[in-house]
């Protein structure tokens, strides 16, 4: 198809561009491959591999101890912090806490193992180590304002 210009020569249609893929209308058995192929015998046909699948095989046992170890300082830190003896858990607890903690990260695919459970473990480590120093000092200081300076003599 062609169309004229002012002038009376003619624009000429560029040529349409090739389709990508299968074109229409193609027998999908064509698409399959023959089983008469010669192959040679080194190449194997197991075509009925399964699929390899991401994350941790299924029914593998987690190791939860670093989560049990986190809860049960967590708890003994806390009881310290507050003065209650109470909050602190044993071991058994703090089993039966990471556990349960485990089950529902699984329902709700919240991952807390590799990088981002060494963050909250480090973040957490700092917390340990630096909260009851920052609780210290913010005790010191405060104790410090109260104190009255040197009052002057009234004995004159």
């Known amino acids: 198809m062609s169309a004229a210009t002012l002038d009376g020569s003619e624009i000429v249609d560029a040529p349409e561009p090739k389709r990508r893929g299968r074109p229409p209308n193609f027998p999908v058995d064509a698409a399959e491959p ?7 015998e080194s190449v194997p046909l197991d075509t009925e591999r399964p699929k390899k699948r991401r994350g941790r095989p299924p029914k593998s046992e987690r190791n939860l101890d670093g989560v049990k170890q986190l809860l049960f300082t967590t708890h003994m830190v806390l009881s ?38 060494a963050v909250v473990g480090f973040i957490y480590t700092l917390g340990i180590i630096y909260g009851p120093r920052a609780i210290a000092i913010s005790i010191r200081l405060r104790n410090e304002r109260k104190k009255p300076n ?7």
């Open 34 to 40: 023959s089983s008469e192929v010669d192959l040679p």
């Open 80 to 117: 310290r912090i507050a003065s209650c003896p109470e909050l602190a858990i044993d071991d058994a607890e703090a089993s039966m806490f990471a556990t349960s903690l485990a089950t529902l990260a699984d329902h709700y695919k919240i991952r807390l193992e590799g990088k981002s459970g």
């Open 150 to 156: 040197d009052e002057p003599d009234q004995t004159a």
